[in-house]
């Protein structure tokens, strides 16, 4: 496995610990810091691959959780795997699932054996184990499965808090237990809600498990950004230094920039393609909601710096047209643009980081992203 995954730091700027880096899987090289493009059921919502590979997408997710239960992970592994089904030839992540568990929290009953769940589209009844999250993941097929894990809710108590964070390390030691394919590796989850003596225990007994890559859960999930932020800021030099960290769930300009230069490597989220088809877009002039009637005769690009097919051939005008006849076309164009946006903008970043003028680019664009 180590022949096939392997990270290497090019480059970390002086002044704020931000990196540049390299991950090496068997689908290919990923240049980070990386927005990853998420693709819950297998589909980046309305995009073909061929457009992601436009927008320059370098690794895109599915979820473990969705794609168990439609249309079967077996299905998923007749057909080859991911990869193939899909037509992604680039590198792949899967979530375990278990934020889904945790999101549908009306819908499932904690064990500490794992979760027992109904299905949120039929009702039937449903069991994920750790083990059974990793073979299910291992049967799917992409690069890069995660641990299953218990992500807990904002606002709870230390106890329980406490006992959330025991219940991710043991479940992240039955994990390890099941071998991967060849071209997959896993990354554990660092939990501890936000109390900073769990954060840094779960760090402490979840890196022996880290083999090239380590994730950070439970943040984004209805905190105030200001508390997310400065916890990561104490964690930072605690992060492994040989390995790419992993921010899950986060998409917004303003807070990838913060949380890169914090250190993290690797970020993902929905949001981009969620705001799009609801007609929201990120810019370099901050966000444009393309449905409002100021834009009713605006011939103008939608981000005249964005080098996206919908800046280049597209008017705010007609982009606000399509959104206001229902026209699917409409958050197409938009989520190829705000794909375009975060990834071009962690392109800027790596260069930014490079010439140890990361602290200038955050004063650049922080005020852009609010």
């Known amino acids: 496995m180590k022949n096939k995954f392997s990270f290497k730091v090019l480059h970390t700027c002086k002044y704020t610990g931000a990196r540049v880096g390299e991950l090496i899987t068997p689908n290919g090289i990923i240049n980070t810091p990386v927005f990853m493009p998420v693709g819950t059921r297998a589909t980046v919502k309305s995009l073909s691959p061929q457009e992601l590979h436009q927008v320059q997408a370098q690794i895109i997710l599915a979820n473990n959780y969705h794609l168990y239960l439609r249309p079967g992970v077996d299905i998923v592994e007749a057909a080859g795997g991911l990869h193939k089904f899909m037509g992604w030839d680039k590198p792949i992540l899967t979530d375990s699932g278990g934020y889904q568990v945790f999101s549908l929290n009306s819908l499932r009953k904690l064990t500490e054996d794992g979760v027992h769940f109904s299905s949120h589209i039929d009702g039937s009844k449903h069991f994920f184990s750790p083990k059974l999250a990793m073979q299910s993941q291992r049967s799917l097929g992409a690069n890069i499965v995660m641990a299953f894990d218990h992500c807990s809710e904002y606002g709870i108590s230390y106890s329980e808090a406490q006992k959330s964070t025991i219940r991710t390390l043991n479940w992240l030691e039955e994990c390890a237990k099941i071998e991967l394919k060849e071209h997959q590796i896993m990354f554990p989850i660092v939990q501890g809600n936000f109390f900073m003596d769990l954060r840094m225990h779960s760090l402490r007994e979840t890196l022996p498990f880290a083999k090239c890559g380590l994730a950070i ?31 899950m769930g986060l998409g917004n300009p303003h807070g990838l920039i913060q949380a890169v230069a914090r250190g993290i490597d690797m970020c993902d989220c929905v949001l981009p393609t969620r705001i799009a088809r609801n007609g929201t877009a990120f810019s370099s002039q901050g966000k444009i909601v393309v449905k409002n009637n100021k834009y009713k005769a605006d011939f103008s690009p939608l981000d005249p710096s964005c080098d996206c097919y919908c800046c280049k051939n597209f008017s705010k005008a007609y982009l606000r047209h399509l959104f206001n006849v229902d026209e699917i076309l409409g958050g197409r164009c938009l989520s190829v643009h705000n794909l375009r946006y975060l990834i071009n903008l962690m392109t800027n970043m790596r260069k930014a980081i490079y010439n140890n003028d990361t602290v200038d680019f955050i004063k650049t664009h922080m005020e852009i992203s609010e």
């Open 217 to 247: 859960g439970g943040f984004s999930v209805g905190e105030p950004t200001k508390i997310w932020l400065d916890m990561l800021l104490k964690m930072q030099e605690h992060l492994p230094q040989n390995m790419p960290r992993y921010f």
